[in-house]
């Protein structure tokens, strides 16, 4: 089946700092790509969707310029946590669909994100 | 807006015994319902779907039915293995069907219910 991962698998960085997230279609073409936040004991919550070559949707509430997306080919995706604080510890999930297939989308293992 | 609302957990089970997760959910028009499955370290993974009202989903020997009248559509497996242990997502879509298929829109979860099988 189709496979995506994300780079790192946590990560922890000091207040102030920004910090990258990947996210990869290993054997497939992504032309959409979801980025969502899952608190503890908390659904997911989808903060973006993001097509190849243009710009990131975000939710309602999401502040674009603090979560930087870049969606620059077909097998990758960056969400940039710009200026972190320690409200933004939280666990990253990515998922990845093909325009052949448009009903599924396949989700990485997620990174978790560790603010002090 | 779209809402969907699981059991919460965690549920613990024996090996061979019978499990129901319970999922509702509250949007607007004929959405499609999913159930995904994330086991310990791994991502999300679609285990299930249905797209109209009475259709089964079935995977793995997990089934879930769309019931419209009760906008449910509850998780079950006869039983369940230690293997079975992981999260359970419930979910919809908003669908559109086009001449290349069906296309669904973003998703909406549930708070997932953890499931533990013990031997």
């Known amino acids: 089946g189709a496979v995506v991962s994300q780079h790192p698998s946590w990560v922890i960085c000091k207040s102030g700092t920004s910090v990258k997230i990947e996210c990869r279609s290993l054997?497939?073409?992504?032309?959409?790509m979801f980025w969502y936040r899952q608190f503890p004991k908390q659904s997911l919550m989808l903060m973006a969707t993001s097509n190849e070559g243009s710009k990131a949707t975000y939710e309602q509430g999401v502040e674009k310029d603090k979560f930087l997306i870049n969606h620059a080919s077909l097998t990758l995706s960056t969400l940039t946590v710009t200026s972190a604080h320690p409200e933004d510890s939280s666990f990253y999930i990515c998922s990845a669909r093909s325009g052949e297939q448009l009903g599924t989308q396949y989700f990485g293992p997620g990174t978790r994100l560790l603010v002090l | 807006g779209n809402s969907v609302t699981q059991m919460e957990g965690p549920v613990t089970l024996s090996e061979e015994a019978f499990l129901t997760i319970n999922c509702t959910y509250t949007a607007t028009g004929y959405p499609s319902l999913f159930w995904y499955v994330q086991y310990p370290g791994e991502g999300l993974q679609l285990l299930l779907k249905?797209?109209?009202?009475?259709d089964k989903g079935s995977n793995k020997g997990f089934e879930a039915t769309y019931r419209k009248e009760t906008t449910s559509f509850h998780l079950e497996k006869g039983s369940v293995q230690v293997s079975d242990s992981a999260v359970y997502f419930c979910a919809l879509s908003k669908g559109r069907t086009g001449a290349g298929g069906t296309s669904y829109g973003k998703l909406t979860f549930g708070q997932g219910t953890i499931l533990t099988v013990h031997p």
């Open positions: 249905a797209t109209k009202a009475d």
């Open positions: 054997d497939f073409q992504a032309t959409t």
